[in-house]
């Protein structure tokens, strides 16, 4: 199996400063100074209350689940700003999930949540964007009274007092210390609004470095699944022929032996092991049939995904329930796992899960991912296992730069989803 390399990395470029731009930072800054006053509020209060009941009641746990996934909702808004604000191609925030069964693999779960960087980095960028967005609060409001100020001698006052400092001044000063605050606050507002587009990119961006190292770690993850995968399916079709056809084909040599032994002194039995023969010679044919389908399946090629699911769920032996909305074709790669994923879920719900019923779904969502999703009413329990059909699924998928998420609580039921870039 060959796979494309990926196009070389380079870390985005900050945009160029426009008036527009400038604004929205200004105002979103604003708003930051608002929502993340409050959300920091939270964040201590969650902690504080989290650590103090943790020791006495133990209750303080359900409190600091509660701090991580605000703090997770913190660094979301702030990659959103920053995203629509900047357009750097940020790849979405997303939360941890399980990948262990049980509590522990929960507990795990709100662990590496805890500890994730780019969440944290979207943390850091919020209380920035707070500070600078109480800075902006303040300057407006300094613009707003120097304006004042600078208007205050058409009113025709002979003293007009200051806010600052509690002074009295002439018309003329009046209107001076006005435009010098407005002058002055307009440049700092300025200032503030490259600053944070500076600030965020430094923050949430990484470096092109850091994504040359994060895409050779996931060229070798991928191709560790790729090599993986074909040790698996190797294993598979050995196993399938060593223990179906193999031994069909064995029983047909043995049987047409007899035949031929058979054929002078009493012809009808030979005719009888000849028809034999002919029977298991058919059968050997449909395994192989079988076989061949299940290391490519030509109708994917032909007919597309939806075809070809159609024809896998008429052959299940377990009722399913199809739901495919594609729209338009992806890469052979994306569909063929995407189709084996699922093919190798009905042969396990089929032999494995005692299940009366499976339910297939398989969208082609906005983003670009083909995504699936197979669920059946079985009995649970499933788990990977080194040379499995779950291995094989999970090796597959993520050969094709995919995801991997199994649900399968002991009691049932399973679902397996699975995403795949179409474009992979």
Known sequence: MTSTPAPAATAPTAPRPSARRLLGALAQLAAMAVAGTVLFTMLSVLLSIGLSLLLVIGIGILFLIAFVYVLYATAWLEYSRAEGLYGYGLPALRTRRMTRPGFSGWLRMVWQQFTDGPMWRGVAGAALATLLGSMVIVLASTIATGVGLLVSPLFGAEVIPSPWFGLMLEPGWAALVGGIAVLVSAALLFGIAVLDGV???????????????????????????????????????????HDGVQPRLVSVGMTLGLAQQKIDSDPDAARDLIAEAHTSTKAAITELRQLARGIHASVLDDRGLDAALSALAARSHVPVHLDVRVEGRC????????????????????????????????????????????????????????GGGLDGIHNRIIAARGTVRLDSPVGGPTSLEVSVPCAS
């Open 199 to 241: 600030l965020t990119r430094a923050i949430l961006v990484p470096s092109r470095e850091a994504v040359l190292a994060q895409q050779a770690a996931t060229s070798d993850v991928q191709r560790a699944g790729a090599v993986r995968a074909s040790e698996v399916e190797r294993t598979r079709i050995e196993r399938d022929l």
């Open 331 to 386: 890469t052979r790669e994306a569909e063929a796992a995407v189709y084996f994923a699922i093919a190798e879920s009905l042969t396990n719900a089929a032999k494995h899960s005692r299940a009366a019923e499976c339910r297939v779904i398989v969208r082609r969502r906005d983003d670009g991912t083909l995504w699936a999703r197979v669920e059946d009413n079985g009995t649970g329990g499933a788990r990977v296992i080194p």
